[in-house]
């Protein structure tokens, strides 16, 4: 079993940023991908940014130039760096983790609002 712990999340202004972190713990013996979805109201649930074992990144179009993903292998964690936020960067993110090669899990989520 493994559990996701997510932070970082909350109320900022357009323009504003913040930084989300996912910490990864249990029964792992490899972290293959690590990477950020959001799902907003009404919407389906889309990959915003991941990270391989190998440090290979994708990033979805609408955050380029924005958004930056990094990860520190040594503490099974990933980060989500946000910057330049738009209000339809409103969301739920969620941390995903894809371990053993084949095994997948998912954070709690966490709220990002984005308002004036």
């Known amino acids: 079993q493994v559990q996701l712990v997510e932070s970082g999340g909350g109320l900022v202004q357009p323009g504003g940023s913040l930084r989300l972190s996912c910490a990864a713990s249990?029964?792992?013996?490899?972290?293959?991908?690590m990477g950020w979805y959001r799902q907003a109201p009404g919407k389906l649930r889309e990959l915003v940014a991941s990270?391989?074992?190998?440090?290979?990144?994708q990033i979805v179009d609408s955050v380029k130039g924005r958004f930056t993903i990094s990860r520190d292998k040594a503490k099974n964690m990933v980060y989500l760096q946000m910057n330049s936020l738009k209000p339809e960067d409103t969301a739920i993110y969620y941390c995903?983790?894809?371990?053993?090669?084949?095994?997948?899990?998912w954070g709690q989520g966490t709220q990002v609002t984005v308002s004036s």
């Open positions: 995903n983790v894809i371990w053993d090669w084949s095994s997948s899990s």
């Open positions: 249990g029964n792992i013996r490899v972290i293959n991908v």
């Open positions: 990270i391989s074992n190998g440090g290979s990144t």
